[in-house]
């Protein structure tokens, strides 16, 4: 029942409403805009008038704003930037299963995202054309060690058809040189720069990227193993990821064109026991690898820091996969590779559709 106060309150505020917007009514008539601005006015007006006499008011207009339905709760979650922390939510199953459920696979294991993840977020493994499509008229600039080699192997084995791919490996895996490769049906150029060292990565930001005349479309950076076994200081190679961020952050602001596309390969993870040299055995071992990964975290150098790389979590891929997709401990099937790629041809996607 609602009481005599709530009763004289509804009245009060029919009055507000009413006999203002009809004397006035004739008049505002005349410019639509300004009569549905004095409607909104007077509106408010009258939630002013009516709140203390009906306190469920707020409440459930608080309710519909911060605790919206189910349905509009995935809407938000399959748009944009609020899909990108479950890029790295990938299963892995046996590639015969797989196989079986048509997911094909040429390795020990494979992987896809759960269907449902898929559906909300629109995330999908790209062909050829896409990948192409995607990237058309793009530069593709990965630097690093050989963990950045193997992804670059992982996008010309996408880009190109399988016979042009084989044949480009023996140059692409040349001891520690460089390597260039293009698309011309697209336009797309691919450049690897060997920098193992953070030192490297950051000359390459702050004097070769700089002085040139285009910068890449896509930026992908990653060092640390080399760093982690012929140095072995967290705290040196998380003072060295601090230059580089400081070197991305620069090579950002000041161009009259839109900046790269930045992403941070993270390191693999380290299965001590299969690494292949006494010395990586000393050196690279699971206290050493989560201290570096917690310089990777806390140096403001990736998005979730204040940084301004995307983190490719390899490390979360490569335990993934298993023991099973390594040879040496540290390098990984061509599967693994071929996840980190999805994830940031997937990322560019969202960004793409953000820009628009």
């Known amino acids: 029942m609602v009481s005599a106060a709530a009763q004289a309150g509804v009245v009060a505020a029919c009055v507000v409403l009413f006999v203002p917007m009809g004397l006035a009514g004739w008049h505002l008539s005349r410019n639509k805009v300004l009569f549905f601005s004095g409607a909104l006015f007077v509106s408010l007006a009258v939630g002013v008038h009516l709140s203390p006499y009906l306190p469920s008011v707020p409440h459930l207009l608080a309710a519909a704003f911060f605790n919206p339905s189910p349905?509009?709760?995935?809407?938000?979650?399959?748009?944009?930037?609020?899909?990108?922390?479950?890029?790295?939510?990938?299963?892995?199953?046996?590639?015969?299963?797989?196989?079986?459920?048509?997911?094909?696979?040429?390795?020990?294991?494979?992987?896809?995202?759960?269907?449902?993840?898929?559906?909300?977020?629109?995330?999908?493994?790209?062909t050829r054309d896409d990948a192409s499509l995607l990237l058309n008229g793009s530069w593709v600039m990965v630097a690093g060690d050989s963990q950045a080699r193997l992804l670059v192997l992982a996008l010309l084995r996408l880009l190109l058809d399988p016979a042009a791919a084989a044949a480009a490996e023996p140059e692409l895996f040349r001891r520690h040189s460089d390597y260039r490769a293009a698309v011309p049906a697209r336009g797309i150029s691919v450049d690897f720069v060997w920098a193992p060292f953070e030192s490297n990565l950051t000359r390459l930001l702050r004097e070769d990227l700089r002085l040139a005349p285009r910068v890449p479309d896509v930026l992908v950076l990653g060092s640390g193993l080399w760093h982690m076994l012929h140095v072995t200081d967290a705290a040196s190679y998380g003072d060295a990821l601090v230059s580089v961020a400081g070197a991305a952050k620069s090579l950002r602001s000041p161009l009259p064109v839109p900046p790269p596309h930045m992403f941070w390969l993270g390191l693999p993870h380290l299965l001590n026991h299969m690494l292949n040299t006494e010395a990586k055995r000393a050196h690279m071992n699971a206290t050493m690898l989560r201290a570096y990964d917690r310089e990777v975290d806390q140096r403001g150098l990736v998005r979730g820091d204040g940084g301004p790389f995307l983190l490719l979590d390899v490390a979360k891929l490569t335990q993934g996969c298993g023991q099973q997709c390594t040879a040496d401990g540290m390098h990984y099937d061509g599967e693994v590779y071929d996840a980190v790629l999805h994830i940031m041809l997937n990322a560019l996607v969202i960004e793409s559709q953000q820009s628009i």
């Open 71 to 126: 349905g509009a709760a995935s809407a938000d979650a399959s748009s944009g930037s609020s899909c990108v922390p479950f890029l790295h939510r990938v299963s892995w199953s046996d590639a015969a299963a797989a196989a079986a459920n048509g997911l094909g696979g040429g390795t020990a294991r494979t992987w896809s995202w759960p269907p449902s993840l898929s559906s909300a977020c629109g995330f999908a493994r790209l």
